[in-house]
């Protein structure tokens, strides 16, 4: 199984729908990450958290919102999607007890589209 | 304000040749910088990554990458390139431990 689970994998919606996206975790890492990726904009932050009471904004949270439900589970809704927000989002995770810099680990990636 | 930079959007090299990826960042100190490689359909898989000491590391795959303070740069070699190394290159930073910063990616075309 992988370390880092995102479902679903594809999800197609229509606009104003709300949609959730779900990220759980065997590594046992406390920080949490959701990113989005767009063609030609690489990946941007969304949201992050550092434990279970902590969750704070990125630099394009408008139009999302995040639950961190226990240390392995994070999600990220979107409450109305609109088409802007077809992407691929990806689900990250970091350890902030290992010595330097955390590094991140990825899910497989979320592909949503909203018609 | 925090930059990454990856100046080649796409690039294609035959099979046996060497690779060489350009990222330049912009930070006010030395940041922590990372390679990470996306294949199709996959996420993101960390090649390697330089927090301090030696400039020149080495990551999986044959993989190596040389920070230069005075450039700021922070390029990807590979000596020879095999098929299965075509991907998308994504060069990071890492600021204050818990902010990351993504550059837009070079896709790395192999032909026979």
């Known amino acids: 199984d992988a370390d880092v689970t995102q479902t679903p994998r594809n999800r197609i919606t229509k606009t104003g729908k709300r949609i959730m996206l779900e990220c759980s975790q065997t590594?046992?890492?406390?920080?949490m990450y959701w990113y989005r990726q767009d063609p030609g904009l690489g990946l941007r932050l969304i949201y992050y958290s550092f434990d279970v009471k902590d969750i704070n904004k990125g630099e394009i949270s408008d139009g999302y919102s995040v639950s961190r439900q226990a240390q392995a589970k994070f999600s990220l809704s979107l409450e109305s999607a609109i088409p802007n927000q077809t992407a691929l989002y990806f689900c990250a995770t970091s350890d902030s007890r290992t010595s330097g810099a955390n590094v991140l680990t990825f899910g497989a990636g979320s592909r949503l589209t909203v018609l | 304000a925090q930059s990454v930079t990856q100046p080649d959007i796409h690039i294609t090299v035959s099979e046996g040749a060497s690779l060489e990826l350009r990222c330049n960042y912009s930070?006010?100190?030395?940041?922590?910088l990372f390679w990470y490689v996306q294949s199709p359909g996959q996420g993101l898989q960390l090649l390697l990554k330089y927090f301090s000491g030696d400039t020149l590391v080495q990551g999986i795959k044959g993989f190596e990458a040389e920070f230069k303070r005075s450039q700021s740069s922070f390029n990807l070699r590979k000596p020879s390139v095999h098929w299965s190394d075509a991907a998308e290159y994504f060069c990071a930073v890492g600021v204050r431990s818990n902010q990351f910063y993504f550059g837009t990616g070079t896709s790395l075309t192999v032909i026979p």
């Open positions: 930070y006010g100190a030395t940041p922590y």
């Open positions: 590594k046992g890492h406390d920080r």
